[in-house]
């Protein structure tokens, strides 16, 4: 309901805690999630109930990560919904999370519009660099920023919201107590 009064039709959701993957038909809209073992991590995606109509794939790739393929005139478009792993883990995990978010950007076509959203846990600074990340980021850059830049850049891809001027109370989500 609040996403037909926002006028929401994508919704991505991270650090679900489902213990397994999943879909779900509440009114009004559809819920795809992807789980894991444990109470932990989990992403999903709801869609408002017209573009449910039109998914054609979804891919579970993990707990962290799963695609979701919507088809659409003149270009299908693939939602690639993610949690990264927090400073806490260990560089290992960080690189099996990027393999399969590597997994999971494999699923989309060439011509396919990508849209990467989720949880970053990730700090790419205030300075643009060069079309992956635009001029109005949040402090400096961290090692997991540096990652997530890396990547962006050898997929094609753009860090959107620093490209944008944002109220500060707007460029983070989390604040370390």
């Known amino acids: 309901m609040k996403m037909k009064r926002l006028k929401i039709n994508i919704l991505g959701i991270c650090e679900g805690r489902w213990t397994q993957s999943g879909k779900s038909a509440p009114e009004g809209a559809t819920f795809i999630h992807s789980g894991g073992t444990e109470h932990k991590r989990g992403v999903g995606i709801v869609l408002d109930d017209e573009t449910a109509k039109c998914v054609s794939g979804i891919w579970c790739i993990s707990e962290r990560n799963m695609v979701v393929r919507v088809k ?12 990264a792993p927090t400073a806490d883990n260990t560089d290992d995990e960080v690189e ?17 519009i990508r849209i990467v959203m989720g949880g970053l846990n990730a700090k790419v600074g205030g300075e643009r660099d060069g079309r992956a990340v635009g001029p109005f ?3 400096q850059r961290n090692e997991r920023g540096s990652r997530l830049v890396e990547w962006c850049t050898a997929n094609r891809l753009v860090i959107m919201n620093t490209w944008f001027e944002h109220h500060m109370k707007n460029l983070y989500t989390w604040k370390s107590p």
């Open 72 to 83: 659409r005139r003149p270009f299908d478009i693939c939602l690639i919904q993610f949690y």
């Open 96 to 112: 099996k999370f990027y393999d399969q978010l590597d997994r999971a950007i494999q699923q989309c076509r060439s011509q396919d």
């Open 137 to 139: 980021g949040l402090g």
